[in-house]
């Protein structure tokens, strides 16, 4: 159920300003905590310059999203985390962006290490030197058999930077603290008064395993603030890049669960599979990452049929080779015991954190993008639903395998129809480029895509002068890292790498 | 135990062929670009206003810098005689960061091997310790591509190790944030010399996009003395290990060694 307060928003499509109730600070945060009791999920909490608040609630169920806003008259408002913990993050990167002090927020730490573009005290209270990441106040086990943990900003591979500080008692893990912000580059700040040249290279980048996800959520702001329309031939081929993309880092994170378990046939197997899948992005684009595909208006390559049957016919090779690969997982006992009851993240706690994607699913929550806030006009309705496998709900690193691996299954059936209709479509003809067109003036516009990780919401909001006066991108990292936390409570702090990857989240998406 | 042998046999042998055969790579991959000054409309200027990293001047003929192109297509989209194209040549690595402006009709110097004291050193076994500084995971993935079986670093006698303790240098990829610059420092400290780094992606030579953002330093070599860069956005894994067999003076197509 969602609060009557709330205007009703559909995913992609953008709506005047105006048209968002202005609650009083007071009715907005009653809006925000009723909507979140009754089960809708917090999608997004932001605000911009002027200390104008946005929240966007989804009740996924039902399908519908819905905004509010208000605006606030001093840098200050009671918290809303004691009454709606998945709003914690939100409210400290508030915090750290704008200077707004939530009163009350009962685990008030800077998220990445900046200070507030907006003048005005740090509400942090820091010393110019200890503004840099991961110098928090961390939480403490006191106890004269406890020891603590530290690890990173490097860590032992080849793997973005992050401090993750575990309070142990002998193997067993009490707590983990995740500090991130070693990978912040000030995208969201620069995005102000946007869009500019850079903007689209930095959107890629975002989170540069996710170029498609991230990518396609700006196109499709863009194109909704400017009234231009991607056509179904654009739009499938997006689709088509978004599954590639999954399929690809999926069939990588199998193969590393396999790796971290020491099972090193499907580690080995699955690691070189995978970069047969990003050949396949390749072969769109020429950029294994999917880079310069999607771009506002449409994209830059077209398919024609040779390329569809190569696509097709490298698909099922490669899908063929990916099953081989990773069903000598599910049929090795040793690989299950270590799967298993391991990394326990509950519904309820999913929940409760707003995690999304295939961390939440696996844990028995029933979201997904491409199912319950479509795009129009896009063909995501030929991906068959996932969630009548009991199989992958328990929680457990197990299960967040499982999922990914029944995710596969209908990325490929998706594939196999969608090469078909775009073959009905008739060839595209190459559409003058148009990165930058002018944007409506006091417009808001939100757009969902579920990535391989989950939801990628980013959200836009316009000036008089049609520049964005806030941009905001909430990679799906941003909401699960706290369940990777949960997940490590009462474990060992051996099976870290093992949970660590059956999440595997993004620092830079979040970091940005 | 049969089924993990059978679907063994059936994966079959995937180790390509470097150094001496490069793999195929994809039509539309974008490698080396040319330029040509003579094509160009003068005035126009539309390859500048379109490049969203200003690596690309149209004044007094045409003049690119490899070190902050994104190898997208905005120039190549933007020009209207085709004075611009890229070529599908991966080999971009060099030596010295002034070889990555290129100008018209121009080819790139690339990288010369390390020098003969360092190849008796290091030359059959390199260990790299590669740190991620702001990068996006692009460039981390296809470094960390190389350590699959189709590339199979290791026999080239280079690995990626955990310590830089037990490392003779470091692959930098991001534009090394202001939050990265204490660790990347205090790596580079705990590598015993002699030791090599190299910058992989436009963004560690660069900034790349994120250049002129006051949350990174515009590049590895602001913190690190950088002896090889690696330009790409990111770079294809073949550019990449080019790149790192280019230094160990591995590549057939080379001359002599003479880098110090």
Redesign the interface.
């Known amino acids: 159920m969602m609060s009557g307060n709330l205007a009703r928003v559909s995913n992609g499509a953008a709506l005047p300003l105006k048209k968002v109730p202005k609650l009083s600070p007071g009715a907005f945060r009653d809006c925000v905590i009723a909507s979140v009791a009754s089960g809708s999920r917090l999608v997004a909490l932001c605000a911009d310059e002027k200390l104008q608040l946005f929240a966007i609630m989804a009740d996924d169920e039902a399908g519908i999203l819905g905004m509010a806003r208000t605006a606030l008259s001093k840098p200050a408002y009671p918290a809303l985390t004691p009454e709606c913990p998945a709003a914690q993050l939100f409210e400290r990167e508030m915090a750290e962006q704008q200077g707004l002090l939530p009163e009350g927020h009962p685990w008030f730490k800077p998220v ?3 200070l507030p573009g907006r003048p005005g005290p740090d509400p942090f209270g820091r010393k110019p030197a200890e503004v ?3 110098l928090i106040p961390f939480y403490r086990v006191e106890g004269t058999s406890i020891h603590e943990v530290g690890v990173g ?2 860590h ?6 992050g401090h993750f500080r575990f309070q142990c008692l002998g193997e067993e893990v009490f707590h983990l603290e995740i500090a991130l ?6 995208i969201e ?2 995005l102000l008064g946007g869009p500019h ?2 903007t ?3 959107m890629e ?5 996710t ?1 498609i996800g991230h990518t396609w959520a700006y196109c499709q702001n863009i194109e909704a603030l400017s009234g231009i329309a991607p056509g179904p031939r654009a739009s499938l081929i997006r689709a088509i890049a978004l599954e590639l993309e999954r399929l690809a880092n999926h069939t990588g994170d199998l193969g590393a669960l396999a790796g971290d378990v020491g099972f090193l ?1 499907t580690s ?2 699955c ?2 599979i ?2 047969d899948w ?2 396949l992005s ?8 999917g ?2 595909l999607v771009r506002p208006g449409g994209v ?2 077209d398919l024609d049929g040779d390329r569809c049957l190569e696509l097709r016919t490298r698909m099922e090779k490669a899908w063929a ?1 990916t099953q ?2 990773v069903n ?1 997982l599910w ?1 090795a006992p040793t690989v299950m015991q270590r799967f298993e009851r391991v990394g326990l993240l509950t519904g309820e706690q999913a929940q409760e954190i707003g995690a999304v994607g295939p961390a939440a699913r696996a844990s028995g929550l029933r979201l997904d993008v491409r199912l319950q806030h479509p795009l129009s006009g896009s063909s995501q309705s030929l991906i068959p639903h996932g969630w009548d496998d009991p199989a992958g709900s328990g929680g457990d690193v197990f299960a967040r395998a499982w999922v990914r691996w029944r995710e596969m299954h209908h990325s490929i059936d998706f594939l196999s129809k969608a090469v078909s209709a775009l073959g009905a479509l008739g060839e595209g003809k190459k559409a003058e ?1 148009r ?1 930058r067109p002018a944007l409506g003036a006091n417009q808001v516009c939100l757009s969902l895509v579920e990535g391989w990780r989950g939801e990628i919401a980013h959200l836009a909001v316009t000036d008089a002068g049609g520049a964005f006066s806030l941009y905001k991108v909430i990679d799906p990292s941003f909401h699960n890292w706290s369940g990777l936390a949960l997940a490590m409570r009462g474990g060992q702090i051996s099976d870290f790498p093992l949970c660590n990857k059956s999440f595997n989240l ?3 998406g979040v ?1 940005l | 135990m049969h089924r993990i042998l059978l679907t063994r046999l059936a994966q079959g042998h995937r180790t390509n062929r470097m150094p001496n055969v490069a793999p195929p790579l994809p039509d539309r991959f974008r490698g080396l670009p040319v330029l040509d000054a003579k094509a160009c409309a003068s005035g126009c200027r539309a390859c500048e206003a379109a490049c969203p990293t200003g690596a690309i001047s149209a004044r007094k003929g045409l003049h690119l810098d490899l070190g902050k192109c994104l190898f997208c297509t905005a120039c190549t989209d933007a020009c209207p005689t085709g004075a611009v194209r890229f070529t599908g040549d991966h080999r971009l690595a060099v030596s010295d960061r002034k070889d990555l402006r290129i100008d018209s009709g121009e080819g790139l110097v690339l990288a010369e091997a390390m020098g003969k004291e360092l190849r008796r050193v290091l030359g059959r076994s390199l260990r790299l310790r590669v740190v991620s500084a702001g990068g996006c995971n692009g460039c981390e993935v296809d470094v960390n591509v190389l350590q699959t079986i189709v590339w199979d670093l290791s026999r080239f006698g280079i690995q990626y190790v955990a310590s830089p303790r037990h490392a003779d240098g470091m692959v930098i990829c991001g534009p090394v944030t202001r939050n990265m610059d204490l660790a990347v420092r205090k790596t580079w400290a705990a590598i015993p010399e002699p030791k090599l780094a190299f910058a992989v992606g436009a963004c560690a030579i660069s900034g790349g996009p994120y250049a002129g953002q006051k949350e990174q330093l515009g590049g590895a070599a602001e913190v690190v003395p950088v002896d090889y860069f690696i330009p790409g956005c990111p770079p294809h894994p073949l550019t990449i290990l080019d790149g790192f067999l280019r230094a160990l003076g591995r590549m057939p197509d080379q001359k002599t060694a003479r880098k110090a």
């Open positions: 990445r290490g900046h840099l990441a991961g900003p490097v032992a591979g080849v793997i973005e930077p912000g070693y990978q912040h580059r000030g700040r620069a040249a850079a689209l290279k930095m980048s975002a989170a540069g395993d170029t046939p080995s197997f690691g070189r995978r970069g990003l050949n390749a072969l769109l684009c020429g950029s294994r990452l880079r310069d830059g390559f080779e081989a690969a000598l049929q480029r990165d993004s620092y830079c970091d």
